[in-house]
């Protein structure tokens, strides 16, 4: 008897679906995209990955028993395959049901174990739809023809075969190159004169040629279509030693139908994303060991050893100290993911809010090929949605109000991301009604989160800072998509946590831009060491705006028309010996518009740290993001900067009109 | 009796700490000193990839403060909250001894806590 399988892992199932969800969504939109452009047709690229999740998807939910969305995903792939293999004809009304599968897919993993009523209807009458579809028959598509070539006949996957069929109808060639590779240079080569075919047309298919090959060398025909001259592909191919031939034009009704294949598999593996930190932390130590052998090296070079040895022993240590680092790169490498997927989504919910509030809105989205940390990316998954709802619900105005003030109906959500150096910044940007500051002002006396009195001293920036305030909300109607009671301190939070800042800027009746600043990774943070009182502390570089030489240390300084409250590390953490210091450096850090500086005694350069959170234990330590190990085995400090930003804002409100004084007076 | 316990010395008293919560025990590591903490936390320091805080069992439970000796130790524990380190004076070993006085560190922690 057979055994069971070990009770699936619910959690894990549903990381797995939702990830292939999200890359059928996202495939599914770049084909929109594409099907979009006029005269151009589905690429059989996209409708192969389209193709590819459904299946995978399906295959997901029957192993971990879903069985609803296991036969969802069955009918989907009947109706992908219908679109593959050209039995139906790519229609608006089946890229809409792609587009609705998305929803359908993710209506039904969100429900788990039961399905509700609606969400099964729902399910129902998706299926109903593509059955609909599927017994609409392709005009046109029923002269059945047989490719000639007997012996690519037998070679060519159904879809290959389908593939070729298509070409020569479009009234394309069709051509196969052979070559010979050699053995050690096999794979460069294949891909290289792969690239040139592929720029030709299609590529369609690779087939060895085992006959032709022999001892060291590989031989393989390239099938492609193109609409090029014979004597035109001669030319380009010419001294590559291809032998080119044309292929018989298809003919008569096929004999056979194949299995197909669920197109080539990706050359992919999931790695829990721990193991990269272990490797990472492995990494490092093998940094600490090349630190010891460098200096035991160097030692050596007073103890007379024949000198060859010890230029070879300093040339390898200086090899496994680059081999190192790049050890470390890669590994940073390959925890980096595209901001793509959260784009998508991010056209989802923009599309989904604005039908349900019946705005009209468009989204322009760029920088979705902006790499960061996948931790990072998921952390930031409802941090941004939130915001884009935020924009939708309280920034852009019904199509009438626009129309009324001159603006176009038609409302602009401009989505950025944007690499510099080691930090991404990403904003939302809308065109709507700006933030009402007199309402801001209004909520916040009446929520106790600000005196009558200090409203005439607050400065713009500080205004706007009330909506981070914890408490504060100004959606008065919460709709029904945004009004989960979480309010942009909830945001704030957010972003600090993975070591970012986030800022807002607002112009009544132009629009509202909320930026967040974070850095690309988490895992290997670029540091600038300073020192206090003799303690060393670390302040990650993508906070750092500037260093300056302390002249006279003021509650404050002016830099660029901002001003910049001053607040000495030493006083704000206590340290001993902190009263009557007199620092030399201050190091201005923080957002845009909410820059400290901190003065400190000195600054010691810069350095990659690999920062591990600390451990909570013994609840949060007020300032401090996490520690990091020093190539000589010391423990350092992280500095986090979000939170030294808002108390130092907090101890400089609270003695702003000194500051302001200061200010006018240097 | 209430089981085992791992038997340490801190400012000279021998205490007793409860052994499922022992993770390991390691010769003093370099300590970070970190800012605006109680008397009683003696820093943070990385250990296995983890950083954690460490604390002076004898601060902690009120007998002084642990003498850094050539047998001083840091036991790693694992607390319901997180990793934590426990400075002692010396580790004597593993068993029950009527003199040795017990010690309940997650309510010890959170006393020193909210003092």
Redesign the interface.
């Known amino acids: 008897m057979a055994e069971r399988p070990p009770a699936p892992d619910a959690g894990a199932f549903l990381t797995e679906a939702q990830d292939v969800i999200e890359r059928y969504a996202s495939s599914v939109s770049a084909l929109s995209a594409e099907l979009r452009v006029p005269g151009k047709e589905a690429s059989p690229d996209l409708l192969n990955a389209v193709f590819r999740e459904v299946h995978s998807l399906k295959g997901l939910s029957a192993l971990f028993g879903a069985d609803r969305l296991a036969e969802l995903g069955h009918v989907a792939e009947d109706l992908l395959e219908g679109l593959r293999m050209g039995r139906l004809a790519f229609s608006d009304d089946a890229e809409e049901i792609l587009v609705e599968l998305i929803d359908g897919f993710q209506g039904l993993l969100g429900e788990g174990g039961k399905v509700s009523l609606a969400r099964a209807e729902a399910a129902d009458s998706l299926e109903r739809k593509i059955r609909d579809l599927l017994e609409r028959p392709r005009a046109g598509h029923n002269e059945p023809m047989e490719i000639a070539d007997p012996m690519l006949r037998q070679s060519l996957t159904s879809y290959e075969a389908h593939r070729l069929l298509e070409n020569s109808k479009s009234g394309f060639d069709l051509f196969l190159a052979r070559k010979s590779f050699d053995l050690a240079l096999f794979h460069d080569e294949l891909s290289e004169l792969s690239t040139v075919l592929g720029e030709l047309g299609e590529l369609i298919a690779t087939l060895p040629v085992p006959e032709q090959s022999k001892g060291d060398t590989i031989s393989c025909d390239l099938l492609f279509a193109t609409q090029k001259q014979r004597w035109e592909i001669e030319t380009l191919l010419a001294g590559r030693n291809v032998d080119l031939r044309p292929v018989g034009k298809p003919e008569g009704p096929p004999r056979r139908e194949e299995a197909p294949e669920p197109g080539a598999p990706l050359q992919t593996v999931r790695v829990d994303i721990r193991r990269l930190d272990q490797l990472m932390e492995t990494a490092g130590q093998l940094g600490l060991s090349r630190q010891s052998l460098s200096e035991l090296a160097t030692q050596l070079r007073t103890q007379r050893l024949p000198a060859e040895l010890l230029s070879r022993l300093l040339l390898e240590v200086r090899r496994l100290e680059r081999r190192s680092e790049e050890l470390q790169e890669s590994i940073l490498q390959t925890r980096l993911v595209s901001l793509s997927q959260l784009f998508d989504r991010a056209a989802r919910v923009v599309r989904a809010v604005a039908r349900e509030s019946g705005k009209s809105v468009e989204l322009l989205a760029s920088g979705g090929d902006v790499r960061l940390d996948k931790l990072i990316v998921e952390a930031l998954s409802d941090t941004l949605m939130h915001l884009l709802h935020n924009a939708l619900d309280h920034g852009i105005e019904p199509p009438e109000a626009r129309s009324a003030v001159g603006k176009p109906a038609k409302g602009v959500v401009r989505l950025l991301a944007e690499q510099h150096g080691s930090q991404v910044v990403i904003s939302v940007a809308d065109d709507g009604r700006g933030v009402d500051r007199q309402k801001i002002v209004r909520v916040a006396v009446e929520r106790g989160l600000l005196e009558e009195s200090a409203v005439a001293a607050l400065s713009t920036r500080e205004l706007l800072g009330l909506v981070f305030v914890p408490g504060f909300s100004t959606a008065k109607d919460a709709s029904l998509l945004s009004g989960r009671g979480v309010g942009l301190d909830v945001v704030k939070t957010d972003v600090a946590r993975l070591s970012g800042f986030i800022d807002l800027e607002s112009e009544p009746g132009v629009g509202t831009t909320v930026r967040m600043t974070l850095p690309v990774t988490l895992a290997l943070l670029q540091g600038l060491i300073v020192e206090v009182c003799n303690r060393r502390y670390a302040i990650p570089v993508n906070a750092v705006w500037e260093v300056l030489p302390k002249a006279t240390l003021g509650a404050a300084m002016k830099r660029r028309e901002m001003v910049v409250p001053v607040v000495r590390l030493a006083e704000l953490f206590a340290l001993d010996g902190g009263a009557d210091r007199d620092e030399r450096f201050v190091v201005v850090v923080g957002p845009g518009e909410g820059k400290i500086g901190l003065a400190v005694d000195e600054v010691r350069g810069h350095q990659a740290l690999i920062i591990k959170p600390l451990s909570t234990v013994l609840g949060p330590v007020r300032g401090i993001a996490g520690l990091s190990l020093l190539n000589t085995g010391t423990p350092l400090l992280v500095l986090d900067i979000g939170a030294l930003v808002d108390e130092a804002g907090a101890l400089f409100a609270a003695t702003a009109s000194r500051a302001t004084r200061v200010v006018s007076a240097g | 009796m209430a089981g085992e316990r791992l038997l340490v010395r801190c400012a000279g008293k021998l205490c007793g700490l409860e052994v499922p919560l022992v993770r390991e025990v390691i010769r003093p ?9 109680p008397k009683f ?1 003696m ?4 250990h296995r ?5 460490v ?1 002076d069992l004898a601060t902690l439970v009120g007998l002084g403060s642990c003498e850094m000796l050539p047998s001083s130790r840091m036991v790693v524990v694992q ?1 319901p ?4 380190g426990v400075f002692v004076e010396s580790v004597e070993g593993v068993g029950g001894r009527p003199e040795a006085r017990d010690v309940d560190l997650e309510a010890a ?1 959170e006393i020193a ?1 909210t003092k």
């Open positions: 590591l370099p300590v970070a000193e970190l800012p605006r903490v936390v820093g943070a320091v990385s990839g983890e950083a954690f805080p604390v607390m909250q997180g990793r934590l922690l806590l």
